[in-house]
């Protein structure tokens, strides 16, 4: 089974420029979320979709940070424009239902350095 | 507010030194309880779920025990293999069904 594929693994951008990130779940997992970690801080809640649908998006710092999962499979993480503070390591994983008995399966993440 | 304390911050060990990495939590009606292991570079992946005090899981040389206010994930004759970040996280059940919350972590090293 393959896991769930994030891309890029690394990006580097400017204050102010737009990224967008990528993530590819487990086939046939409806849930997706997305977690991020700051430097030195805990990995954190962003948003969960459920297909396409967003089910919660609590976590989402501001308006500059926007999640689309279309047609229910991958999801994309846009960033725009991308502020000094958004730098740290994206995670997106996947899940057979709540994620509470087999867990939720991650991505190796993204690492964004913002300039 | 749903929180998540893990301690000590990191551990160094020699190989076979047995020891426990600690996770203390408050939640509003605990769902579930998570250990995780992340590797450099690497998302975290997933170990146990604990969902009420009492309950132990094991798994090769790990062995995880939750009562009401913390967890436990203990360490039995650790190989260097076992160096890694331990995550703890848990799942309310009065927040949102969809977020789990992260704890620092425990960074484990383990000296041939």
């Known amino acids: 089974e393959a896991g769930v594929t994030q891309f890029p693994s690394h990006s580097v951008i400017e204050k102010g420029q737009t990224v967008t990130l990528r993530c590819d779940p487990i086939?046939?997992?409806?849930?997706l979320y997305w977690y991020r970690r700051v430097m030195g801080k805990e990995i954190k809640f962003l948003l969960h979709f459920v297909k396409e649908s967003k089910q919660d998006e609590s976590g989402m710092p501001n308006n500059r940070f926007l999640a689309e999962r279309t047609g229910g499979t991958y999801s994309t993480l846009k960033v725009q424009p991308a502020e000094l503070e958004d730098s740290g390591v994206y995670f997106c994983?996947?899940?057979?239902?709540?994620?509470?008995?087999?867990?939720?399966?991650f991505g190796s993440g993204t690492r964004l350095t913002v300039v | 507010e749903d929180q998540v304390t893990q301690s000590p911050e990191a551990l160094r060990l020699q190989e076979g030194e047995s020891s426990s990495l600690n996770c203390s939590y408050t939640?509003?009606?605990?769902?579930?309880l998570f250990w995780y292991r992340q590797d450099p570079g690497k998302g975290p992946e997933f170990l146990f779920t604990l969902y009420s005090a009492g309950e132990e899981k094991e798994k090769e040389r790990l062995k995880a025990t939750l009562t009401k206010k913390e967890s436990f994930l203990h360490i039995t004759a650790p190989k260097p293999e076992d160096s890694a970040t331990y995550l703890c996280?848990?799942?309310?059940?009065?927040?949102?069904?969809?977020?789990?919350?992260f704890g620092s972590g425990t960074r484990l090293s383990i000296r041939p």
């Open positions: 996280a848990v799942q309310g059940g009065y927040s949102s069904a969809s977020k789990i919350i």
């Open positions: 086939s046939g997992h409806d849930n």
């Open positions: 994983a996947s899940s057979q239902g709540t994620g509470l008995i087999y867990g939720y399966t």
């Open positions: 939640v509003s009606g605990l769902r579930g």
